[in-house]
């Protein structure tokens, strides 16, 4: 009997860490990360450095992720939508969570300072604010979305940064794609937000930009920060990261954006909410691939 139930408890605890890391969460952040990292002018797909990126992203944003779930354990317990996470179910003590967090945390900075210094210490940067800034910060004012975009973003930027080893850091071309995804954060955290306001004010949190939750005023800032979004499309090619195709299709995905965030505002539900959400996942999906077909050579 109890071999039978060894690879099963095996397998639940795996389950278990993957829930803890929020690992599609992760993974998307990773991705664009990568991504930077390949958009480096002169830098090619060395497969070593990749795996060692992708490592280290995984283990950082995994640590961040952990934190926050043990910081937040009473406050899931009460949403539907994270009852079931393995420290707010109690599957998983809190203490256990932080041991994971600092091992694996500590591992992915010292993998990203294989690549150079900087890039550890955004690395520990990023993990700080989205952990000790942005969790604690969500039950006091909504300026946490702000204040979260900037570890949100910086996954950009240090895989940019990565890019360039141990020689000087041209830093323009990172500020760029952290611009990029610093401001598509809002239309897209605010979209979520509006889907889970039951959830979030029943664990209160403050996340959206009115105190009134899904207002006008909330959908108004998803069309400001979508509309701010065109201008930033235009510097990767302004800065001949990239070429003009995707240029066109970055603008083009931004005018998209603008659309659903005002579609948000004149049905004001839902499903605007959440068609304004997917487009979001998939409009980053597009702009950073169209970014890396297009790389300036």
């Avoid at 020689?167 to 937000?193: K, M, N, S």
């Avoid at 959440?274 to 050579?297: C, E, G, P, Q, T």
Wanted: aromatic share 14%.
């Amino acid at each position: 009997m109890q071999d039978n139930k060894t690879p099963h408890s095996i397998t639940t605890k795996l389950k278990d860490y993957k829930e803890l890391t929020k690992f599609t969460l992760t993974f998307t952040v990773v991705f664009s990360c990568v991504i930077c990292f390949l958009l480096v002018p002169n830098n090619g797909y060395d497969l070593k450095s990749i795996i060692y990126l992708f490592a280290a992203g995984i283990l950082v944003t995994g640590s961040a992720n952990a934190i926050n779930q043990a910081v937040e354990k009473d406050t899931d317990a009460l949403m539907k939508r994270t009852a079931k996470r393995p420290v707010a179910s109690g599957r998983m003590s809190a203490n256990e969570a932080y041991i994971f967090a600092f091992i694996s945390g500590a591992i992915g900075i010292g993998l990203m300072a294989w690549f150079n210094t900087s890039a550890a210490l955004l690395s520990a940067l990023s993990l700080f604010l989205y952990a000790f800034i942005y969790t604690p910060l969500k039950k006091i004012n909504s300026i946490a979305v702000l204040v979260g975009a900037f570890p949100g973003a910086l996954p950009c930027l240090i895989g940019w940064v990565a890019g360039f080893r141990h020689d000087e850091i041209q830093w323009t071309g990172g500020l760029v794609l952290f611009a990029i995804q610093f401001l598509w954060q809002f239309p897209h955290f605010w979209a979520i937000a509006w889907v889970a306001h039951e959830d979030y004010t029943r664990a209160g949190f403050k996340l959206l930009p009115s105190d009134k939750g899904p207002t006008k005023f909330s959908a108004i800032q998803a069309i400001m920060y979508s509309v701010l979004m065109i201008p930033v499309g235009i510097l990767p090619k302004y800065f001949k990261i990239t070429g003009t195709i995707s240029l066109w299709i970055v603008l083009a995905c931004n005018v998209f954006m603008v659309i659903q965030s005002i579609r948000l505002y004149k049905e004001m539900n839902v499903k605007a909410a959440r068609r304004l959400m997917f487009s979001s996942y998939f409009y980053l999906l597009i702009v950073l691939l169209a970014l890396l077909a297009d790389k300036a050579h």
